[in-house]
């Protein structure tokens, strides 16, 4: 009867951690569900004795435990409760998931297989169904970022999408035989979508993580042929992204020239042009605010659409905006003959508010490449950042550091995030409108503004020292975690949604206190773990000069 009882619930748990992973890419109230049911499994199973012993044996659970311990003390003095508990329900997972897998006897290589198919069952049908947006096989075109990604942030997506690739490769080092081979074409697809989505924060760390592996490869790799080939793949990798952006760069940057003499000054209809000298903005290298006949334009649109050259394009922009954009990324001048070397697709595509004819090339990797540059550009020109991606994330961190600069040692406390930056928007006289002024978007100035220097030192501690301890930086699978969860913290507030310290606290946890040493039938504490007593400041001096075992 007890055997069948610890049988129910350890299938009940394998169960719940595939439901977990599963929801990740799809929805939120199944993500809480499977966590509801991670806890409410582990006090029905009983076992707190050896469940005890296990945490005695683990430091590295309590120490995980500090990271919601400071958001705890940090609801001491804030002002907004509201939003303080907000904040300390979205930080459960960091929580709950390090404390339920960490008491929990170990998962095997076999369990561990299953759950990660089952994840990557989730994201290949979630790749399936954006691609089928993304082509255009439900008959209508995407046309913005948001269209790509129908489920959860395209950001997180990214991320998903990303760790699912790095998954894959070490299921295919693992298995043996065909089904090894059957992986190929699924990593295949998923490196092309990740490109095809065009979401640069998750290529750029798809770039940089397979960087830091192939690195980290060529030192401890003992195989004088993997070592050179790993340095052969890496230097050939910085090589091509190296070319990219210098070859994007001078494309961007290759301006025309204007002599303000030869300037043609009325059209072929002999109405006036209107040049601007003094702008500097452009597109695709040609001057926005020249050659420019508002007449003849609206006049014309008029006749070719049934939006309203002074009205709004279809993504609430000004829609006479989008056409002098769009006709100047052409090279075309802004005037009745312009506005008629346009196709009928054109119009469709200003019509929704498109800019720039590059854009139309959804497939293609360098018009989200363009815009970044572009918004840079125009912003150090002193262009107003709303609604540009890029350029508002600067204004956010500025803001933010000024905040930090006034609550330095303490920070403004859990609750009091979105008040404190609302309020220093208002001092700093920001050009961001209302509805764009957000938080960070950096998940590591969020800590530090919110707790402080001594907050923030022991929330990198808890999320540090654990992995220093067990000494998993030499393991692939959370070493990539790592590594993606960082970097992802440098261009988001990751820990900031439900979905996004799930996925960062769901496979921190699940790598954390995998062993694949362990037998077929797990028992409550890993070989490798037995008898271990480590304090922090024994480990680290060697972490951090170099434990450079072969990555398991």
């Not at 007890?2 to 595939?18: K, P, Q, S, T, V």
């Not at 990798?237 to 003499?261: N, P, Q, V």
Request: proline residues 3%; aromatic residues 16%; glycine residues 6%.
């Amino acid at each position: 009867m007890f055997e069948i009882r610890e049988d129910f619930h350890r299938n009940i748990y394998i169960g719940a951690l595939i439901l977990l992973g599963v929801s990740l890419p799809f929805s939120v109230f199944t993500l809480s569900v499977a966590q509801i049911i991670l806890m409410v499994n582990w006090l029905l199973e009983g076992r707190f004795l050896q469940k005890w012993n296990l945490l005695k044996q683990r430091p590295a659970i309590l120490i995980i435990s500090l990271f919601y311990l400071v958001h705890l003390l940090g609801m001491i003095y804030t002002s907004d409760f509201s939003w303080g508990f907000h904040d300390l329900r979205i930080k459960l997972p960091l929580f709950v998931l390090p404390f339920v897998i960490g008491t929990s006897a170990p998962l095997n290589n076999k369990q561990l297989k299953i759950i990660l198919n089952f994840y990557l069952a989730a994201v290949l049908i979630g790749s399936i169904i954006s691609a089928y947006f993304i082509f255009g096989f439900d008959g209508r075109s995407v046309h913005t970022i948001v269209q790509i990604s129908p489920f959860i942030s395209h950001i997180r997506w990214s991320l998903m999408v990303v760790m699912s690739i790095f998954i894959i490769f070490w299921l295919i080092i693992k298995y043996q035989g065909w089904i090894r081979w059957s992986y190929i074409p699924l990593i295949i697809w998923l490196v092309f979508y990740l490109f095809i989505l065009q979401v640069l924060t998750g290529i750029v760390i798809f770039i940089l993580t397979s960087a830091i592996i192939l690195i980290r490869i060529a030192f401890t790799s003992k195989q004088l042929m993997l070592k050179w080939f790993t340095i052969i793949i890496f230097f050939t990798l910085l090589l091509l992204s190296g070319s990219y952006i210098s070859h994007a760069y001078a494309r961007f940057f290759t301006f025309e020239k204007i002599d303000a003499k030869t300037l043609t000054k009325s059209t072929a209809k002999g109405n006036p042009y209107s040049h601007d000298l003094t702008s500097k903005c452009v597109e695709n290298g040609h001057y926005i605010y020249m050659y420019i006949c508002e007449p003849e334009l609206r006049e014309s649109w008029n006749k070719r659409s049934k939006l309203n050259y002074d009205g709004k394009a279809l993504d609430g922009a000004a829609l006479k905006d989008c056409l002098i954009r769009y006709l100047t990324s052409k090279g075309l001048r802004k005037d009745a003959e312009g506005i008629n070397k346009l196709t009928d697709n054109e119009i469709k595509y200003i019509e929704l508010g498109m800019t720039n004819y590059i854009a139309t090339d959804k497939y293609a990797l360098y018009p989200r490449v363009y815009t970044a540059m572009w918004e840079l550009y125009n912003y150090s020109l002193g262009a107003n950042p709303s609604g540009y991606s890029i350029s508002q994330r600067i204004e956010f961190i500025k803001t933010a550091f000024h905040i930090i600069e006034n609550n330095f040692w303490f920070g403004v406390g859990t609750g009091d995030v979105p008040d404190a930056f609302s309020r220093q928007y208002e001092i700093d006289n920001s050009k961001l409108a209302k509805q764009n002024r957000l938080r960070a978007h950096n998940q590591l100035v969020t800590f530090m503004l919110t707790f402080g220097i001594f907050g923030f030192l022991i929330i990198l501690i808890s999320l540090l020292a654990p992995a220093i301890i067990l000494k998993k930086f030499s393991n692939y699978l959370f070493l990539v975690i790592f590594i993606i969860g960082f970097l992802s913290f440098l261009n988001e507030d990751t820990l900031e949604t439900h979905q996004g310290i799930s996925f960062f606290a769901f496979f921190y946890a699940l790598f954390l206190f995998y062993d694949s040493k362990i037998p077929n039938e797990p028992s409550m504490i890993s070989n490798s773990e037995k008898g271990m007593k480590t304090s922090i400041m024994e480990v680290l001096p060697k972490a951090f000069l170099g434990n450079m075992r072969p990555i398991e």
